[in-house]
C-alpha cells in the first residue's frame, strides 16, 4: 500500500535524479548545445556567437535550478522528520520561489536571440507564483499552529 512516507521517498529521489541530470547538463553543456543547435531549423544558428549564448542561458540558469534543488532537499527532510509548519520550510519555499523567478529572468533575456525561451520564462514565472502561494499558506498555517498551541 502506497503511504505518506513513501510518497516523500518519491520526491526525494526524484530531486536526486533531477540533480544528476542538472550536473549532466552542466558537464556535457557544449555536447548538448552543439546537439541543439545542429537540428534543421528555418533559421541556421550554428555559428559561434549562438553557441556561446546558448551555453551563456544553460549555466545562468543552471545556478538557480541548484539552489531550487537544494530547497526541495531541505523541505522534504523537514517533511520527512514530521517538521512541517516551520519557519525553516517558508524560508526554504521562499528562496525556491526567488530562484524560479530568477530563471524566468534568464530566460525572459534568452528570448531575445531564441524566441521559444519566452515559453520558459512564462513556465518558470508561473511556477514562482505557484510556489510563492504555497509559502502563504505555510505562513498563515505556522501562525495558527502558534495560537493553537497558546490556546491548548
Not at 32 to 48: S, T
Not at 68 to 88: D, H, K, M, T
Request: aromatic residues 12%; positive net charge; charged residues 15%.
Amino acid at each position: 500500500m502506497w503511504s505518506e512516507k513513501n510518497s516523500i521517498a518519491l520526491s526525494q529521489i526524484a530531486v536526486k535524479v533531477f540533480l544528476v541530470i542538472l550536473v549532466g547538463c552542466d558537464v556535457g553543456g557544449w555536447w548538448l548545445v552543439d546537439w541543439f543547435l545542429d537540428w534543421p531549423r528555418y533559421m541556421p544558428m550554428n555559428d559561434l556567437a549562438h553557441r556561446v549564448l546558448f551555453l551563456a542561458s544553460l549555466y545562468a540558469a543552471s545556478v538557480p535550478a541548484y539552489c531550487i534543488l537544494l530547497c526541495l532537499a531541505r523541505l522534504l527532510g523537514n517533511i520527512r522528520e514530521g517538521q512541517v509548519f516551520i519557519p525553516q520550510n517558508v524560508r526554504a519555499l521562499r528562496s525556491a520561489s526567488w530562484c524560479c523567478a530568477a530563471a524566468a529572468l534568464v530566460c525572459l533575456a534568452s528570448c531575445f536571440y531564441y524566441i521559444p525561451f519566452l515559453a520558459v520564462a512564462v513556465a518558470a514565472a508561473f511556477m514562482a507564483l505557484i510556489i510563492r502561494i504555497i509559502k502563504n499558506v505555510f505562513e498563515q498555517a505556522i501562525g495558527m499552529k502558534a495560537e493553537l498551541d497558546l490556546t491548548v
